[in-house]
Nanobody, 119 residues
Framework: QVQLEESGGGLVQAGGSLRLSCAASGRTFSRYNMGWFRQAPGKEREFVAAVSWIGDSTYYADSVKGRFTISREYAKNTVYLQMNSLKPEDTAVYYC????????????WGQGTQVTVSS
C-alpha cells in the first residue's frame, strides 16, 4: 500500500508558476512509477506526467510539454510537479498517483490539490 498526500496548489495568474509536492508513505516508494493527473470542472480526468520508478524516464501530456517538469526525491519519498507558464486551461484538481504501469501509474491516488490559474 502507498498513501499519497499532495500540497502546493493555489491561485496564480496566467504566466506564473507553482510547484506541487506529493509525499508518499511506506518503504515501497522507490518501487513505483509516479505520476500526476488532473481533472477540470466538467471534464474527464487526464494524464499529466509520469516518472519511472528508477527516475530515468519521464513522460508528459502534449498539453504540458515544455512547461511542466516531474521529478522525484527518494530521500524524502516525494515527487514534484514544477509548473511554469501556467494557462487558465491548466485550472484543475491535480492528483498524485503511484502505480506499476509506467505511462499510466494509476494504482494509488492522493486526495488532490486545487490549482486555479486566473487570466
Amino acid at each position: 500500500q502507498v498513501q499519497l498526500e499532495e500540497s502546493g496548489g493555489g491561485l496564480v495568474q496566467a504566466g506564473g508558476s507553482l510547484r506541487l509536492s506529493c509525499a508518499a508513505s511506506g518503504r515501497t516508494f522507490s518501487r513505483y512509477n509516479m505520476g500526476w493527473f488532473r481533472q477540470a470542472p466538467g471534464k474527464e480526468r487526464e494524464f499529466v506526467a509520469a516518472v519511472s520508478w528508477i527516475g530515468d524516464s519521464t513522460y508528459y501530456a502534449d498539453s504540458v510539454k515544455g512547461r511542466f517538469t516531474i521529478s522525484r526525491e527518494y530521500a524524502k519519498n516525494t515527487v514534484y510537479l514544477q509548473m511554469n507558464s501556467l494557462k487558465p486551461e491548466d485550472t484543475a484538481v491535480y492528483y498524485c498517483t503511484a502505480g506499476v504501469r509506467l505511462r499510466r501509474p494509476d494504482d494509488y491516488w492522493g486526495q488532490g490539490t486545487q490549482v486555479t490559474v486566473s487570466s
